[in-house]
Structure formats: C-alpha cells, structure tokens
C-alpha cells in the first residue's frame, strides 16, 4: 500500500433497515474516500443518514433492529462487510474507533470509568494488568483529566458532560486506532466545552496521526477542524470538496441552504 | 478529585443498620399487635379446639382458658405476652407445652432452606426466560410469555396438588413424602425439597421474568451497550458487564421483595408435601389455636422479610455506586 492510497474506501454503501413488513432504505449510493490522517468531515440535517453510515462501517445496528448493508467499505484493501464476527470486532475499537453523541448515557453507569477503558485495552492488547492501569491513567491524562491517577477511580456520576465526553475519546483512542469516527461529539454539550472538546479532537488527531471522520449537523463546528467535507441529504452524499472551496463557493443548493442555516452574530436592523 | 470522593467505608453501611433496626423494632411491634388481635378475633380459641369433642362442659372450657390465661382481657394477655417476650422468653406450646424457641429452631432451618432454593430457582429460572425472551422479542418470545402468563395464573398450591397426584400416580417409585433431615443426608435432603421449591418457586419466577425481560430491553437500548460493542467487546463481556450488571440490580431488589410471599406461599406448600417446616407448623397451629407458636411464628417471618430487604439494599448499593445508603 502506497502513502497515499486511502485508509478507508467506501463504495456504494446502501443500508437498508429491515422490518417485519417493509425495509427502509437509510442511506444509498454512498461513496467516499479517507486518506491517511486525513479529516474528513459529514455534514447534514438531523435523519439524514450521517449516523447510519457511520455505523455501517462498523457494522454496528441499533439494538434490536437488523441492518442489511450492500456495497463495500474497504479498509486498508479489506472490506469490512465481508468479514466473519470475530474479524470484525477486533477492527472495532482497535483500527476503527468511535465516539458517540451523548456522554451522559455512552459510559456504563455501573462501571469505574477506569474498569471502562481497561476492558478494552484486556480485550484488544497483551498488556500485562499493571500495564493497563498504567495506560488507562495516562489516557486519561492524555485528554486532559486533573488528577488522573485518583479518577479511573471514579463513577461516571461523578463527571460532568464535557468530562464524561474526554473519557470517552481516551476510551476511543486507547488501542492507537487508525480512524477515528466521532459521531456529533459536542452536539449534547454547552458551547465553551464543545470548543474544547474540538481542540482536543484535533490535537490529538496531530499527536496520534491518524484520521478523523467527523459528523456534525453544523457546518460552524466543520470550519477548522477538516480538510474535506461531504455534505449529506435524504440519505444521498450531493456534495463534496475542500471545505474552503464548499463553503466559498457551494454548488448544490441543499448546502447553500445548510450553510445559511447557521446563525451569523449581527445585530438585526428592523423587523426579521 | 479523591476529597470529592463519596466515602465508601464501612460506616454508611453500620449508619443504614441502625437505622433499620430502629425500623424493625416499630414493624415488629405492629405486626405483633395484629397477630394477636387477629388471632384472637377467630372463632373458636385454644380451650375449643383443646378440648376437641363437639360437646364440653362450660367448666372444663372455663378451666383451661384460666390454666393458659385466656380468661383475661386481650389487652392484658398481650401486655404479659409482650413483657416476656421482650425478656427474651417467647412462652411456650399451648399443645406441646415445650418452649416455643426449641419448638420453632429446626423448623425454621427446614423453611429456610425451602425458601433459599426456591428463591435461586426463581431467580435463574425467571432471569434465563426473561432475557430469552428480551432477546427473541417479536419472534419465539410469545412461548415464553404463554408460559409465564399460565404459571401466573395457576396458584401454586394447584400446581403442587397436581404434581403430587401425577408422580403418585406415575412415578410411584419416586417417593414424595421422603423428606431427609439435612444432616441425615444432605443430598438427599436437598433432593427432596427440589420439586416442593420449584412450585414455590414458579409464581416468583414469573414476576422475576417480566422484570428481566423489561430491565434488559430497557437496558439493551442504552447508549453505553451500543459503546461497548463499538469497542470490540466479545458479546459474552458486553452481555455481562454492561446489559445484565445493569438490568439485573432491579430485579434482585423485586426477588427480594417475593421472600414474603415465598415464605407465605410455604405454608401450602409444606403442607401438601409433608415437610416439616415453619410453615405446616404455623397451618397446625392455626388449627389447634396454639397462639404462643403462631406470635412467634408471625414475629419471625417478618423479621426474615425485614432482614432480607436491608440484605437488598445493602447489595443494591454495592452494586451501584450511584446509590447512597439512607
């Protein structure tokens, strides 16, 4: 493999949700290339399909429902949908790791938020035990939580949101994965902790090297933080490009109209 | 930050105790009143039932009721029912005329151990069905929930009736009524009360199932399961530590709230099966008004139930950390 062949290669990627009668179509026709530590980022409205794709690349399906997917998406020359369970679960997290949307529920209540990072590090690394504690510390450390050594300790009751949300990216980046998917990472949080939650993200995306595959339904939070964007509508990708030359110069009218959406800080002057 | 750390020392465990105990005492005392009251409010008493033949001289029914004190106020005889027993002294057997603790003892071991196993057969019984039947919703998990509709609607003593009356009638070589003392025969004394738990054992399962199937539905539908599996977690683990750690608590707690009706439901039982226990003890001294032996008996089952409860707490905070002993 050559530098500059893509990491992830998808193609034709359509998912469609089967029911007991009818099967929903999500996404479809979904294509789309992520270079070697390269960040790319999807933007959409809410039910556009950005989370199913997301998933599939995964093959995870929402609890209880079942997913049937069709094209391919080739990692590092291997498609992903081709593989046996076994195979696939030792991409998940180790190659291929995500962040999800809400920090508040992604974290097991019952769980140390140390036991939570361990037991991916027991599952995907020979580590020894005091290895693993060692590395859950300097995880947890490394996405700027104080006094690490005495949190792994901790309940995540005892974080709030933007914390709960770093514990979750040292979980995600815990194995050294290839491509990071973070799924709306800062849509359930205050505005100042979204802002750090994103600097985080893209420091350690520098630091770690590896590519970052970024969902968000706003294109403020895209600005800065991707080379490229892909903009999602009606579970379809209708554009993609540098993201200066998107926002500059937007060809398909759904991203003018996205791009309008977001709020400008002007005094308004008369009657909207 | 460590200082901002809930303490989970010993003491807040000791603090919930004392607290119970307190609690206890006031429950116990109310339950010691009804009982007597009720009792006492039956028709017919001890004297009646003593003296056996449907016709009895006044006298001789007067004569006993004064031997034992029954020809005093209720109120009177609960006072001095209640000073004794607070000096330990519980009284003894209006029939046996033993004291009413050496009467009870091994009984109780024998119901305890009733109720022990039929309380695990509930739990693994009603939490394999339970999650079978979350897992297979909208397929096969219509069979389960026949099934656990019909083990509902059946009472137990129904159950135990037909049981007894098929093994008698088709396996006769399985001997029923074989009960073994526990330091007789271990095995066989746990073998002997493995049918007698089950149906007990098969209402509470019921309600443990539904339990499970709702915890592990709600729970399975969590964020954090959808986060483990993205982190490559073999199922077993995922299943384990994230879906059951946390659908199982509240269930535990439900199981422990059925010790009351699984020690209510041995009364019928024991008595169908022929075990000696605390609950075919109770129904005989029902029948025979023995009233030190049914206070004692009443005293002791809520205390178990009390005792169970507090056990459930403590587990429910151990389990959970966000759970603060109150």
């Known amino acids: 493999m050559t530098a500059d062949a893509p990491l992830l290669e998808v193609r034709d990627l359509a998912a469609r949700f089967v029911a007991r009668a009818e099967t929903v179509e999500a996404v479809r026709g979904i294509s789309f290339d992520i270079r070697p530590g390269e960040a790319v980022g999807f933007v959409g409205e809410s039910g556009c399909g950005k989370s199913v794709t997301a998933r599939a690349i995964l093959r995870l399906a929402p609890e209880g429902s079942t997913v049937a997917l069709s094209g391919s998406v080739r990692y590092r020359g291997q498609d992903l949908l081709a593989l046996s369970e076994r195979a696939i679960r030792a991409v998940r997290g180790r190659r291929i790791a995500m962040v999800f949307q809400d920090p508040m529920t992604s974290l097991n209540p019952v769980m140390t938020v140390g036991a939570q990072i361990e037991d991916m590090l027991r599952e995907h690394t020979d580590l020894s035990r005091t290895a693993i504690r060692e590395r859950a510390v300097e995880l947890l450390d490394q996405v700027g939580i104080e006094n690490a050594r005495a949190r792994v300790h901790d309940h995540p009751h005892q974080f709030s949101g933007g914390m709960r949300q770093r514990v979750l990216i040292a979980i995600a980046i815990s194995c050294n994965p290839d491509l990071l998917i973070a799924d709306e990472p800062t849509t359930a949080l205050d505005v100042i902790v979204q802002a750090q939650i994103l600097r985080l993200l893209l420091r350690l995306r520098e630091q770690m090297g590896m590519s970052l595959m970024l969902i968000t339904h706003d294109f403020g939070v895209v600005a800065g933080m991707v080379e490229r964007v892909n903009v999602m509508y009606r579970g379809r990708i209708v554009e993609t490009g540098e993201v200066d030359r998107v926002f500059a110069a937007p060809a398909h009218p759904y991203t003018r109209a996205l791009l309008d959406a977001v709020p400008r800080l002007a005094i308004a002057r008369g009657p909207a | ?326």
């Open chain 2, 1 to 326: 930050m460590a200082t901002a750390r809930t303490p989970r020392s010993g003491s807040p465990i000791l603090r919930l105790v004392a607290v119970r105990l307190v609690w206890t005492a006031a429950i116990l005392l109310g339950v010691s009143v009804v009982a007597f009251v009720l009792m006492r409010a039956l028709p017919g008493d001890f004297a009646i039932a003593a003296a056996g033949a449907q016709f009895v001289q006044a006298e001789v029914l007067e004569a006993i009721r004064r031997e034992f004190g029954l020809d005093q106020p209720v109120w009177v005889q609960y006072l001095r029912w209640l000073g004794e027993a607070l000096q330990g002294d519980l009284g003894r057997s209006f029939v046996t005329r033993r004291p009413v603790t050496s009467e009870i003892g091994p009984r109780f071991v024998v119901t305890a151990q009733l109720t022990l196993i039929a309380a695990l057969m509930a739990l693994a019984i009603g939490g394999t069905t339970g999650l079978l039947s979350a897992r297979l919703r909208g397929q096969t998990d219509w069979v389960v929930r026949l099934v656990n509709g019909l083990s509902l609607a059946v009472p137990n003593f129904v159950v135990a009736t037909l049981i007894v009356l098929m093994a008698g009638l088709y396996f006769p070589f399985l001997n029923l009524f074989n009960y073994t003392p526990f330091l007789a025969d271990p095995l066989a004394n746990i073998g002997s009360l493995l049918l007698p738990a089950l149906c007990l054992a098969l209402a509470v399962s019921v309600t443990v199932s539904e339990n499970t199937r709702a915890a592990v539905l709600e729970v399975s539908s969590q964020d954090f399961v959808m986060v483990a599996r993205a982190k490559g977690l073999r199922p077993r683990r995922v299943l384990g530590s994230y879906l059951l750690r946390n659908a199982l608590t509240p269930v535990i707690t439900v199981t422990g709230l059925q010790v009351a009706s699984l020690l209510g439901g041995s009364i019928l039982i024991e008595t169908i099966f022929a075990i000696p226990g605390m609950g075919q003890y109770l129904f005989d001294s029902i029948t025979s008004r023995d009233y030190p032996v049914i206070q004692a008996i009443v005293l002791l089952a809520a205390a178990v139930v009390v005792f169970v409860n507090l056990l459930v707490d403590i587990a429910y905070a151990r389990a959970d950390a966000r759970v603060r002993y109150e």
